[in-house]
């Protein structure tokens, strides 16, 4: 395969009850798109300090291709609570790192390679790193593939932020909490779910929209497909990076020509696998990376 697939935005450590773990989504999603076999990279910025050198030396010991500018911020961190089920709550720390991407020839280059790229709204609270990320779509190839995994945080997003990368994305990835924020920000509450899920599609052109519904289960929309996969029970560790994976792996199945349908699949149980496992960046196992060929 060994196509070039980009998560671009907030480099992070998750300061979790028994610890700090490496997080942030974009590196989350790169870190379990390498694992089927592509050029992956986690593209964000780091700090002159202790955490940024610890970020680079996680990444070398996980293999996973970066590019981290560092700049004159402290690396950035999130204070994660966790309920009695494992569910994160977050106290993301503001004027870090990660908001001040600046895009450099390197990421530029790696922008005109790009086969799949993921972003989100969080990285985009602050202008520099928005405008970075929206340069960086600009200027990837006509058929890179480009997902907005919407991660919406705390009130770190706006109507403007939101529609803008709407339209710049390809697929729309969304949980239901999201979707009833989004539902009235945009002024269509009464819709149910899978209008809802239809009309933003329609709306904005897209070629996937994908739900998540936690324990209800996950859909897939495309015009003239409807994907629905129930959510397996398993013993929970953490649900910290689960979302992130289901991306990663879907977009790696996707790539690889997989029908809609069994690349859902295939998301679902690698999702689930890693709620078993501590942390956002577990190891997956050859029986779910072998499905991708």
């Known amino acids: 395969m060994n196509k070039v697939i980009v998560g671009l935005g907030e480099a992070l450590w998750d300061c979790l009850p028994d610890g700090s773990k490496l997080g942030g989504a974009p590196a989350n999603f790169a870190y379990h798109a390498s694992q089927f076999g592509n050029d992956a990279y986690a593209i964000s910025a780091i700090g002159n300090d202790a955490l940024g050198d610890q970020t680079l030396k996680e990444f070398d010991e996980k293999h996973l291709k970066y590019v981290m500018p560092r700049v004159d911020y402290p690396t950035g961190t999130v204070q994660v609570e966790l309920d009695e089920e494992g569910v994160p709550t977050y106290d993301i720390k503001q004027n870090v790192a990660w908001d001040n991407i600046p895009f450099t020839p390197e990421i530029e280059n790696i922008a005109k390679h790009c086969g799949c790229v993921c972003f989100g709204s969080l990285a985009q609270r602050n202008k520099i790193s928005r405008d970075t990320i929206h340069r960086f779509i600009d200027t990837t190839p ?152």
């Open 142 to 293: 006509m058929a890179c593939l480009k997902i907005f995994d919407i991660n919406l945080r705390q009130n770190f997003y706006s109507k403007e932020i939101i529609q803008d990368s709407l339209k710049a994305c390809d697929i729309l990835k969304i949980n239901d909490e999201e979707l009833v924020t989004i539902g009235r920000l945009f002024g269509y509450p009464g819709l149910d779910i899978e209008n809802k899920c239809y009309l933003i599609l329609g709306k904005y052109n897209l070629k996937m929209l994908v739900l998540t519904c936690g324990t209800n289960g996950s859909y897939v929309f495309a015009p003239g497909v409807k994907s629905y996969q129930p959510t397996p029970k398993v013993e929970v560790d953490d649900t910290v990076g689960a979302g992130d994976s289901f991306t990663g792996s879907f977009a790696s199945a996707i790539l690889a020509g997989m029908p809609i349908k069994d690349a859902h699949k295939l998301a679902v149980e690698v999702s689930a696998f890693v709620c078993t496992q501590p942390g956002a960046m577990p190891k997956l196992p050859e029986s779910l990376l072998n499905r991708v060929k």
